[in-house]
């Protein structure tokens, strides 16, 4: 594929400086990019990079100066990158039907243009809507519902009585209704409680690789509209998330934890059971979450509190030593004058 610069700031916007019809033939990261690439930059600590890379046009936000490149200047270079990327994108095919393999038990309703891959097996009354691709060796179980478009990866497990919506992506080795972790103590031993709920996916959800979802004990366990969850997160039973929250890898979210909208959970947070994150609260990595947090709030450390108190506290562990050092000499000091004394 090939594209002038005048035709790519048609799809994106921005304002073009130098040669609009620079002929682009490819995509690449800025210290990689070559003639005929088109790159971003959006990070000031790749700026060695501006002046060296051999693209042949940049992306760039207003307050960028040029690097004698043609630029598209543009608020999010990034946003504006990745839409010309699409561009480039080989989308792969899927051939449509049933592969002969595949194993669909009774009752099952497909929609238009379904494409269920080698050795898939779809329980009985499971439907699956238009459009939608189930890659091999996954498995669904009964009374599921997969919505429009959905594309489900290899070795994906989607337990009974799970719903997806539209456009929902789950990636390899993800378990979506596994039983919570319900278990009572009794007579020195402990007896599961049996976990009858469901599990909701909303639209445009994407899920990555082996991520845990737990059915509710009772009711739902909700991930809400827009979200996106990395690669190795665990969602424990009737945990409800909100809509367009970010949830970075090896984040653990016990029972009940009620979650906003356009909430940003970095790596391997954790949050107890039973708690309330409000809409567009923030927590740090390698926090872990004792108390409810408040709409708005970022939020870091062990326990979790106020960013900025955080960063008052670890800067005064940092000076302990020092500290320890001249309490240690004015104890001397002290000891000298009361023996004088």
Known sequence: MRKTLKELTAIVGGEIVGDPLVLIKGVAPLEEAKEGDITFFANSKLSQFLHKTRASAVIVDSKTPGNGKPLIRIDNPYAAFSKIMELWVQNKTYCLGIHPTAVLGENVKLGENVSIGAYAVIDDRVEIGDGTIIRPHTCIGENSKIGKNCHIFPQVTIAEKVELADNVVIHSGTVIGSDGFGFIGENGTYRKIPQIGKVIIGNNVQIGANVA???????????????????????????????????????????????????????????????????????????????????????????????????????????????????KELSKKLEKYERKS
């Open 213 to 327: 979802i737990d059915r509710a004990t009772f009711g739902k366990t909700w991930i809400k509209d827009g979200t996106k969850i990395d690669n190795l997160v665990q969602i424990a039973h009737n945990v409800e998330i909100g809509k367009n929250c970010i949830i970075v890898g090896q984040v653990g979210i016990c029972g009940s934890v009620k979650i906003g909208d356009g909430v940003i959970l970095a790596g391997q947070v954790g949050i107890v059971d039973h708690l309330s994150i409000g809409d567009g609260a923030k927590v740090a990595a390698k926090s872990v979450v004792t108390k409810s947090v408040a709409a708005g709030k970022f939020v870091s450390g062990y326990p979790a509190r106020d960013h900025n108190e955080e960063r008052r506290i670890k800067a005064s562990v940092a000076r302990l030593p020092s500290l320890y050092k001249k309490v």
